[in-house]
Each structure stands twice: as C-alpha cells, then as structure tokens.
C-alpha cells in the first residue's frame, strides 16, 4: 500500500471496500464510526435505494450534516421516514426483513464468532468491554453478515475470550443446531488487509481479496489461526477518486476518518 | 415445554406477574392526578438504596441526566441497573459509587468517544458487578414481556453464546415448531426514570425521535419517574392523541426540567455539549479527577438550574440548540487533529 499512502487511508479503504459489498435496493442495519461511512457512501454512489436502520428506531434518514456518533442520536432520524423503536427495528430483523448487518469485534475467530463482552477471563477482566449492544440480535437475525475491524494476532484469535455474537459456532450446522434461524450468519470480513469470506463447507474463514500491496504473509502474519487461501487471489481495486471524494464529503469534520 | 438449556446469570427484575398485577391494583394511580413535583422529592420518594433502576433514552441521547445528578446528590447507594446501552448515565452513576450491580447489553463505553474510565475500572476490579449479560433486544423484550404482564417472551437470539450462558434465559423446544427457541425472563424494574420532550401535568407524554424502548420500559416499571423539557396544557396533549406514547396511568412523578439532558442530545432541541463529556472523560480518568467532578458539578451547586449556569449558561445552550439545527460548527475535541 506504500505507493499509494499519500491517496487514501487504511480506514478509507476498508470503508470503500466494505460499501462495495452493499446491493441496492436492500436494508443495512448500522451503527457508528465506519460502518455508517460505508453505508452512506453506497447510497451516494451504487446503491441510492439503500435503506439505512438504526436499531433504536431511525429509518431511511437522509444524509445528516454531520455523522451520527450514537446510534439513537438525531442524525440518525435526520429527514427520516419513521422514527420507530427497538422493538419495531427487532421484530422486523427477526421476521426477515434484514438482509445487511454491520458488525464490529474486538476478536473474531474463523468460524466468525465475534467477542466484544471482555478480553481475559470473565470474572477477573483484563479488560471489560461494552458487552453485545444490538450486535448479537444483528448476528443472529440478519442474512448477511459483514465485520469491519482491524487485524492482527490479538483480533483475529483461535478461540474468542466470549461468544458475544455468533458466528458459525463450533463449524457446519451449529447454527441451526442451536436454534438460529437457518440461512444466516456471517458473510463478509473486511480488515485493512483484505476482504474474507466462509467457506460453504466447513465454514471457516478464506480468503476473498487482498487490498493493493498486501501479500499473503501479510495476511498470515496477522492472523493466530490458519485462514484459508484459494489458488487464485484477487486484489481489492483501490478506492476511485470519485469514492474518496463522495466518501470525504459524508465526514467534513473527520469524526471517523481522522481519528 | 422441555428445557434444553439455562444461561447461569442473575435474574433480576423478574416477580410473577399475577403478584404484579396485584401489586398494580393496590399501588398505581388510574385517575388523572396532578403528579408534579421537584426533582428532590422526585428521586427521594421512589429511588431507594438497592432499587432496581433503568433509564430511558439511549447512551448519550435523551437521558435525564438531571435525574442521574439528583440520585448522585442524594448518594443513593447499591443501585442494581439495567445497562440496556446505558452510557452516560450509568457512567455517571458508577462514578460517584452509587452502583453495586449492572446488567449489560451495551455498558462502560461511551460509542465513538471510546471506553468509560470510571466504569472500567470498577468492573475491572470488582467493585461493580456484572450481575448478566444480554443484548439489546433481550432487553427490550424483557420489558415488552413485562409491559405485557407476561413471564416471557421468546425469541432468536442469545442462542448458542456466551451472552446465553451468562443470562437468565433459558432455551426450550419450541412445541409448535420443535426447534430450540430462547425464552427471555420478564422484567419489572422498581423505578424507570424517563426525559421526554413535552408533557401534562398528570403524565401524558410525547417523545419526538427514535422512542428507543421507552414505551415498553414506561409500562414495565412499577414506580415512573418522568423528566420533561416542558409541561403543556392537557388540551395540546388532546389535540394530537395519536403522538402520546406513555399515558398518565403509568407515572409516578412529573418534573419539568428544561435542558434536563445535558450534556447530551435531546433530538430536535440541543445537541451534545462534546466540551462537557470530554471533560468528564478527561476528569474521571482518575479518582482524585472523578472527585474534583462531583464536587464541582453535582455538590457544588444546588439544582440542576445552578449546574446549567456553570456549564456556560444561556450561550452554551443556544450553542446546543444551533448544533441541533445543523447551524453552527459541530466540534469533537476528542478527534486528534
């Protein structure tokens, strides 16, 4: 990525790559910091019939001054179509009208499971986290999983510390084996490294693109287990100056981009 | 029903609801009563030390933070509360000691502006407990079940987790389906404490924005507490019926408290006072700072009128409500430039 450090940011790139992955005319349940970035920059690019939902009840708003920083604060009702409640935005997941979900994880294992409750063990932390907010509900409701955080050995993990989200469990089946509904789980991994995938078979994480001027050590390099690697791997395309231009103007004030 | 599994945590909140029932035929007022009071005599009638509190709202947005500086004042002690993406607030509260027990679906950070200082320490070192964890949605359908005078609610989630493990829900095949389902366990908190926009004087409220779970938490709690930015005649409430969202039967107190949300975000009114809460992140970094904070903002002053004076009175507010209107420079002084 050296040659092009003066284009764009990791951020910016994992923030391109991941509004890629959004289909017009669907919904996206969202929160803060990147994952919001993501789905408006879809919507100002390939996909303006994007439904954006907050879980607190803000649905379809218009692109707010400013970015929301809380998931119920009042850009994200900004020239809505409803202001519902949580038990609306839930039941509505719940009964399959979600197909996007955003997710964030301070570990992630390779079955997708994702831990944002505490790092070491529960009843003596080394660090105690927020817990699982609306992302459990996300991560068990929604079709179509996608994680947007940040790899290295101490995030990309053998076993997460807590299950907070599930992801593919223990492997194959585990989902429905627990109760969850069928055809769910997570579908996407977008790191500032590369895009992964699961596999249909065993469920574990591969390997789908590499961001440009990231090799495949790389991507080992930061990872504690193994992910697997296809034959043949693809290289994310860069950001277009038109994306990074859109995607500047959602955040004039840098809340996420320049942090 | 068969049961497959069990989470291990604490139930909290949870009675039968046939002794709710009778609990609500002999304490709960169904005649339109004049409930106004002040904020001390709010707080000390119904928040009493070991109460089970939740607050409405969602993190730093319509939170009734004068409320929160109030039980503070007060130093409530051993307060069990319900971190359904409980930020600020409960932030607050855990600073100044006034929390034993929390349980969690979204606690101790405070979203983009990162973790809360305060709050991870007193976890970390055990002087909070996390009595259960659940999720968003467990939670507002543990008071959806309670609002409902149910003992349950089943639902899709927590299944297969950690979350599950250290809930009180219990997993069961489902009889119509057969396949496994989680039950999440009815929650009547003893005191919910709500801001909304506007009011009458016996309790009929309207909330502009997102309504969060507010509508279930008001009628799952057995004692309401509602803030309000205004009291209006009972008229205005009668002209637009369809805009109450919690009427009089289930409220307890009525306090009028204008800017009560400081130093967050009433939607449509003002908007967060981010100066303020890095302040606070800054201060409460360590116990001395955390200290020097209360004394400053809640010890020092009098009322909640006293407090809006010395966080910059009436220019610092009409700053938040341009913010609010997108018509002043937003600033975020926790971004590094």
Known sequence: MSKNKSRYTQTEMMIVAASRLLEDGKTVFTGTGMPILAALLAKKTHAPRLAIIYEAGGMCPEVPPTIPISVGDSMTTYKAIMAASMDYVMSFIQAGYGEYAFLGAAQIDMYGNINTTVIGPYDKPKVRLPGSGGANDFGSLCWRIIVLMRQDKQRFVERVDFVTTPGYLTGPGAREKAGLPRGTGPWRVVTQLGIYGFDEQDKRMTLLSVHPGVSIEDIQNNSSFPIKIPKKVEVTPEPTDEELRVLRSLDPYGVVLRK | ?337
């Open chain 2, 1 to 337: 029903m068969e049961v497959l599994d069990e989470g291990k945590g604490e139930l909290l909140g949870w009675v039968d609801p046939e002794e709710h029932r009778e609990w609500v035929r002999k304490n709960k007022c169904l005649s339109m009563e004049d409930k106004t009071m002040d904020l001390r005599e709010a707080i000390s009638k119904f928040v009493q030390d070991g109460s089970y509190i939740a607050m409405g709202g969602f993190g730093h947005v319509r939170v009734s933070m004068a409320a929160i500086y109030e039980i503070v004042r007060q130093r409530k002690r051993d307060l069990i509360v319900a971190g359904k993406t409980a930020v600020h607030d409960l932030d607050v509260l855990i600073a100044a000691g006034c929390v034993s027990k929390v349980e969690v679906a979204y606690s101790f950070g405070h979203e983009l502006r990162g973790l809360s200082p305060a709050s991870r320490r007193a976890v970390e070192s055990g002087r909070v407990k996390v009595a259960a964890e659940w999720s968003n949605a467990a939670f507002q359908w543990r008071f959806k079940a309670a609002a409902s005078g149910l003992p349950f609610i089943p639902a899709y989630v927590l299944l297969g987790t950690d979350t599950f493990k250290r809930s009180a829900a219990k997993v069961v095949k489902d009889p119509f389906t057969g396949r496994p389902i989680c039950l999440i366990p009815a929650c009547f908190p003893d005191v919910a404490i709500i801001h909304v926009h506007r009011c009458d004087k016996y309790g009929n409220c309207q909330i502009d924005g997102a309504l969060v779970m507010d509508s279930e938490l008001a009628r799952a709690a057995k004692r309401l507490i509602i803030t309000t930015e205004e009291i209006v005649p009972t008229e205005e409430i009668r002209k637009e019926p369809w805009r109450t969202c919690i009427p009089y039967f289930y409220v307890d107190a009525v306090v009028e408290v204008p800017y009560g949300c400081h130093p967050c975000n009433m939607p449509g009114c003002y908007y967060f006072d981010e100066e303020h809460i890095a302040e606070y992140l800054r201060m409460t970094r360590t116990e001395e700072g955390t200290k020097e904070y209360f004394d400053k903002y809640v010890f020092g002053v009098e009322d909640f009128n006293q407090y809006l004076e010395l966080i910059g009175g009436v220019k610092k507010l009409n700053y938040l409500r341009e913010l609010e209107k997108g018509r002043a420079r937003f600033v975020y002084p926790w971004i590094s430039s």
